[in-house]
């Protein structure tokens, strides 16, 4: 159980860097323009 509860901190604490979160909202934004501009008849 101790294992399982560090481990789960552990991911709970990468996630909460700000630098991963930065990262993670730059590569959705750019994959969700990306859909768009597929999407987009211009």
Do not use: H, K, W
């Not at 930065?22 to 999407?39: E, N, P």
Request: glycine content about 10%.
């Amino acid at each position: 159980m101790e294992v399982e509860e560090n481990e789960t901190r552990g991911c709970l604490f990468a996630l909460s860097q700000p630098p991963l979160m930065l990262f993670l909202t730059v590569i959705g934004c750019l994959l969700g323009f990306g859909a768009l501009y597929d999407l987009s008849p211009f």
